[in-house]
């Protein structure tokens, strides 16, 4: 029968009301020693003095990471910017009364003064990520990097190298680790609650508008000039299955292409633009006008004005201007919308893991199993059911897009940098690096219609 927890209880079960180890009756499997924790910023003390960040590129994830300062200015406070879009730059810095000798254009910029803060934030575009890393480790900033560590191998694992070499903090944004949803499964699977782990099957259902957004209009819709997608938008779920099984991936097979979005399959009467007078506009799921004008669907990426009398206005110059506006079947993107990879590790343990586009929903799903139990969940709930008794107990939470993560990172990475101390880190430089490579080695095995060993 299945015992539904209240929110309260729910927090108890899972450390979030006392900060404590997460625990779980065993049902007769052995536990291990592993302690686990959710970083929780009220438990810690606040450092001597604040870490002082520099924000490169001041979007989405440089706007999520920079608020935990506003939320906790005793912890976390952000003395530059670099961004050149100029909006961007001043809201940020406006935000966050960033002087005007600490406003940047480029990141470049930032690094041509003497160091001057603790730390560097790179939430730069995928294909900025390795120069200014390399840089700032050069002249002794830690750093919160956001993921992927940067577009190629040989890359990351330069980026590793130096981290090495200068024994700086180095946190690569794998905010699944952080999730409790997550570190509750790893849990489970750790002391042994489903007997032996057998195998995974996780999947990320991207979400067809968010495909059409990110990858065939967005920022990332070529990978030969930014990042595969299986490491734009999936490094996170490799390096979650890394990190539940718990021992290194051997093998990989990875299926995928692009099927939909490309000129043949365009529709007769589509033009070059959806504002053109496209003659199927209205019955396209993907034109740009019902998108960012009429639905007002992630708009973040115009840098709108405040004003929402202006913002209609804005949206259709944008719409004429720039890739967001363009016909889905004429871009020059090569990102594949559909994408299976099966992995098998060192102890056995083998996974599949698939990345879809043409969903209607997003919010990745997990299924695990066992020896004695198997675990089904969908980032928000999961249900464990006992083999032996049938029991099936569930668990429910509310999260974000992250499941909780960001912050939660932001959390641990601040005390690493104040402690200097990057084993309090769960996704360090040197556990990002080893999932990152999985990555790599999926595509290749894509691109080649081979199986491939992964070399760490």
Same mark, same amino acid.
């Given at each position: 029968?299945?015992?539904?927890?209240?929110?309260?209880?729910?927090?108890?079960?899972?450390?979030?009301?006392?900060?404590?180890?997460?625990?779980?009756?065993?049902?007769?499997?052995?536990?291990?020693?592993?302690?686990?924790?959710?970083?929780?910023?009220?438990?810690?003390?606040?450092?001597?003095?604040?870490?002082?960040?520099?924000?490169?590129?001041?979007? !989405?994830?440089?706007?999520?990471?920079?608020?935990?300062?506003?939320?906790?200015?005793?912890?976390?406070?952000?003395?530059?910017?670099?961004?050149?879009?100029?909006?961007?730059?001043?809201?940020?810095?406006?935000?966050?009364?960033?002087?005007?000798?600490?406003?940047?254009?480029?990141? @470049?910029?930032?690094?041509?003064?003497?160091?001057?803060?603790?730390?560097?934030?790179?939430?730069?575009?995928?294909?900025?990520?390795?120069?200014?890393?390399?840089?700032?480790?050069?002249?002794?900033?830690?750093?919160?990097? @956001?993921?992927?560590?940067?577009?190629?191998?040989?890359?990351?694992?330069?980026?590793?190298?130096?981290?090495?070499?200068?024994?700086?903090?180095?946190?690569?944004?794998?905010?699944?680790?952080?999730?409790?949803?997550?570190?509750?499964?790893?849990?489970?699977?750790?002391?042994?609650?489903?007997?032996?782990?057998?195998?995974? $099957?996780?999947?990320?259902?991207?979400?067809?508008?968010?495909?059409?957004? %990110?990858?065939?209009?967005? &920022?990332?819709?070529?990978? +030969? @000039?930014?990042?595969?997608?299986?490491?734009?938008?999936?490094?996170?779920?490799?390096?979650?299955?890394?990190?539940?099984?718990?021992?290194?991936?051997?093998?990989? %097979?990875?299926?995928?292409?692009?099927?939909?979005?490309?000129?043949? !399959?365009?529709?007769?009467?589509?033009?070059?633009?959806?504002? #053109?007078?496209?003659?199927?506009?209205?019955?396209?799921?993907?034109?740009?006008?019902?998108?960012?004008?009429?639905?007002?669907?992630?708009?973040?990426?115009?840098?709108?004005?405040?004003?929402?009398?202006?913002?209609?206005?804005?949206?259709?110059?944008?719409?004429?201007?720039?890739?967001?506006?363009?016909?889905?079947?004429?871009?020059? &993107?090569? $990102?594949?919308?559909?994408?299976?990879? !099966?992995?098998?590790?060192?102890?056995?343990?083998?996974?599949?893991?698939?990345?879809?586009?043409?969903?209607?929903?997003?919010?990745?799903?997990?299924?695990?199993?066992?020896?004695?139990? #198997?675990?089904?969940?969908?980032?928000?709930?999961?249900?464990?059911?006992?083999?032996?008794?049938? @029991? +099936?107990?569930?668990?429910?939470? &509310?999260? #974000?897009?992250?499941?909780?993560?960001?912050?939660?990172?932001?959390?641990?990475?601040?005390?690493?940098?104040?402690? $200097? !101390?990057?084993?309090?880190?769960?996704?360090?430089?040197?556990?990002?690096?080893? %999932?990152?490579?999985?990555?790599?080695?999926?595509? +290749? %095995?894509?691109?080649?219609?081979?199986?491939?060993?992964?070399?760490?």
């Amino acid at each position: 029968m299945g015992k539904a927890l209240s929110r309260r209880n729910l927090l108890k079960t899972l450390g979030l009301i006392t900060g404590g180890i997460l625990t779980m009756p065993l049902h007769g499997f052995a536990e291990t020693n592993l302690r686990l924790h959710i970083p929780d910023p009220k438990k810690y003390p606040a450092p001597i003095k604040p870490v002082t960040a520099i924000t490169l590129g001041a979007g !989405n994830r440089g706007t999520v990471y920079g608020n935990y300062a506003l939320q906790y200015p005793e912890h976390l406070k952000i003395v530059g910017v670099a961004d050149p879009i100029v909006i961007r730059k001043e809201r940020y810095s406006e935000k966050h009364g960033i002087p005007v000798e600490n406003r940047f254009v480029t990141w @470049e910029d930032v690094f041509n003064r003497p160091k001057f803060a603790d730390a560097v934030i790179i939430s730069t575009p995928d294909n900025l990520h390795f120069g200014p890393c390399m840089k700032a480790l050069s002249m002794g900033y830690d750093i919160l990097l @956001e993921k992927p560590i940067a577009p190629t191998e040989k890359e990351c694992r330069k980026i590793l190298a130096l981290a090495k070499k200068t024994n700086r903090i180095v946190a690569v944004c794998h905010v699944l680790r952080y999730s409790p949803y997550f570190i509750k499964l790893r849990e489970l699977i750790q002391k042994g609650t489903i007997g032996e782990l057998i195998s995974i $099957q996780h999947f990320e259902p991207i979400q067809h508008i968010h495909m059409s957004h %990110s990858y065939v209009r967005g &920022n990332w819709h070529n990978s +030969k @000039e930014t990042t595969p997608i299986i490491l734009a938008k999936s490094c996170h779920d490799l390096d979650i299955l890394r990190w539940l099984v718990g021992d290194s991936c051997e093998r990989i %097979s990875a299926f995928g292409d692009l099927k939909w979005f490309k000129k043949e !399959n365009m529709p007769v009467g589509a033009t070059s633009r959806c504002i #053109d007078g496209c003659a199927i506009e209205k019955e396209c799921p993907y034109s740009a006008l019902k998108i960012y004008y009429r639905d007002r669907q992630r708009t973040h990426v115009f840098d709108l004005p405040t004003e929402e009398d202006k913002q209609g206005e804005a949206i259709l110059d944008r719409l004429k201007t720039t890739n967001y506006g363009r016909c889905v079947y004429q871009m020059d &993107n090569d $990102q594949p919308d559909h994408y299976t990879t !099966n992995l098998q590790f060192s102890n056995g343990v083998t996974a599949a893991f698939s990345m879809e586009a043409f969903t209607s929903y997003e919010g990745r799903r997990t299924r695990i199993m066992g020896s004695h139990g #198997d675990i089904v969940g969908d980032m928000s709930q999961f249900t464990y059911t006992n083999f032996l008794t049938g @029991e +099936k107990t569930e668990w429910q939470q &509310n999260s #974000d897009a992250h499941g909780g993560g960001d912050w939660n990172l932001v959390s641990d990475w601040i005390q690493a940098v104040s402690q $200097q !101390n990057s084993g309090l880190l769960s996704s360090s430089i040197d556990a990002s690096v080893e %999932s990152h490579i999985i990555g790599f080695t999926a595509e +290749k %095995s894509r691109l080649k219609g081979t199986t491939e060993k992964v070399i760490l």
